[in-house]
């Protein structure tokens, strides 16, 4: 079996080469609706290293990956999961070296995704084609899948191509950012508005009752006191406790009028052990006492979001695989958090039930969307070794 050293030594000695990868596809633009001309370098990438791709639209020219290794003997699959897509550069301030530049500067790598999340694109990429170059036959298969519309959402994206069958295997790393850490949990989302009505009328004369506005305030003013509730819960290491926010009200036309409409936005955020329906059956249960003392409180809830939890067990096989391979090459324990970010792991966990932990070498808390967004060279490089002895270890 090919060993930790051996691993690290090609790494180094190819290191140029892994560079360049990341650097081209940082200088390729893609942000999320654009991931096409970026799906072309992957691509190119992946047939010059002797794959199949597979080229799959929920939308055109909004395209996902696909490319299989299939190996000599019948095995487990394992699954690389990333995205192609990235926030829109900062219009007030292009960084030092402008946000496609891809440029090398003292030890770290710039560019709009390098953290978030073409880092942990090209990391994944480059075990690949390295694992091919060293002769390594796996007993089973690799799935490189790359994604578009993740920061979206991932509707065109992971869910699609769940909804058509794709995406399955055993077990495998969504590469997103984690600062070196293992998180094999992480928040979920359930998000929504929530409208009240009434009767118009002219502010000269006194209204009787609750105007929308009025209702819409009461209503915010009692899941306030849902969320003092919410945030005294414990939580994973890593990840705030469960919360609820309200960030967007919409309400009245002229100021000489009664609203009669008034709908506020809620972000109620979930954590490991929660699931969605007792979140939505908190929410409403407060607004259905306001009902019941009112019968004018009527409301309309609108869910527009269910992002999944990851929750994956820290005893798992596979989990503890990866942290072995971590200590192989990296000759130190990885440090396992949860974290509050989504991803488009837990799509998948969800569906297909693999462990698919987040576990990538870039900071995302401090450099995804920013400006000056960057990687650390070494770091960048090491999770290519640690990736190849993770694959290495599941396919033997």
């Given at each position: 079996m090919i060993t930790a050293k051996e691993i690290s030594d090609f790494v180094e000695?190819?290191?140029?080469?892994?560079?360049e990868c990341l650097q081209e596809l940082l200088r390729t633009p893609s942000v999320t609706g654009d991931e096409e001309p970026v799906s072309f370098v992957f691509e190119?990438?992946?047939?010059?290293?002797?794959?199949?791709?597979?080229?799959?639209?929920?939308?055109?020219?909004?395209?996902?990956?696909?490319?299989l290794w299939e190996g000599s003997q019948k095995g487990k699959t394992f699954v690389f999961n990333g995205h192609m897509d990235v926030f829109p550069?900062?219009?007030?301030?292009?960084?030092?070296?402008?946000?496609?530049?891809?440029?090398?500067?003292?030890?770290?790598?710039?560019?709009?995704?390098?953290?978030?999340?073409?880092?942990?694109?090209?990391?994944?990429?480059?075990?690949?084609?390295?694992?091919?170059?060293?002769?390594?036959?796996?007993?089973?298969?690799?799935?490189?899948?790359?994604?578009?519309?993740?920061?979206?959402?991932?509707?065109?994206?992971?869910?699609?191509?769940?909804?058509?069958?794709?995406?399955?295997g055993d077990f495998g790393i969504c590469m997103e950012p984690s600062d070196g850490m293992l998180v094999p949990q992480h928040g979920g989302i359930?998000?929504?508005?929530?409208?009240?009505?009434?009767?118009?009328?002219?502010?000269?004369?006194?209204?009787?009752?609750?105007?929308?506005?009025?209702?819409?305030?009461?209503a915010i003013g009692e899941l306030e006191v849902l969320n003092s509730t919410l945030i005294t819960r414990p939580s994973?290491?890593?990840?705030?406790?469960?919360?609820?926010?309200?960030?967007?009200?919409n309400s009245g036309k002229a100021a000489n009028v009664y609203p009669s409409e008034a709908t506020f936005w809620f972000d109620r955020r979930l954590v490991p052990g929660e699931n969605h329906d007792e979140a939505l059956k908190e929410i409403t249960d407060v607004l259905d006492a306001l009902k019941k003392e009112d019968d004018s409180f009527d409301y309309q809830l609108t869910v527009t979001s269910r992002r999944p939890l990851l929750d994956i067990p820290k005893d798992d096989p596979f989990i503890q695989l990866v942290a072995k391979s971590y200590k192989e090459v990296m000759g130190k324990d990885v440090e396992m958090v949860a974290e509050p970010w989504g991803s488009d792991a837990a799509w998948i966990r969800k569906v297909t039930h693999m462990p698919i932990p987040n576990f990538g070498a870039a900071n995302g808390e401090n450099e995804m969307g920013k400006a000056n967004?960057?990687?650390?060279?070494q770091k960048y490089l090491d999770f290519i070794k640690v990736y190849m002895m993770t694959v290495v270890n599941a396919l033997s």
């Open positions: 000695a190819n290191r140029t080469e892994a560079i190119k990438r992946m047939k010059d290293s002797g794959l199949n791709v597979d080229r799959i639209e929920a939308k055109p020219h909004r395209p996902n990956l696909l490319a550069p900062d219009s007030e301030d292009p960084g030092m070296f402008g946000p496609w530049s891809g440029k090398e500067h003292e030890g770290c790598i710039y560019g709009r995704g390098a953290s978030d999340m073409k880092g942990g694109d090209a990391g994944a990429l480059m075990a690949v084609i390295f694992l091919r170059k060293m002769g390594f036959e796996p007993k089973g298969n690799v799935l490189l899948s790359w994604m578009c519309d993740e920061e979206f959402g991932g509707e065109l994206g992971v869910q699609y191509l769940l909804s058509k069958g794709y995406l399955r359930l998000r929504g508005y929530i409208s009240y009505t009434s009767e118009p009328g002219h502010t000269a004369l006194l209204y009787k009752g609750k105007t929308a506005l009025q209702k819409a305030v009461t994973s290491k890593g990840l705030p406790p469960p919360h609820l926010t309200i960030a967007v009200m967004e960057k990687i650390s060279t």
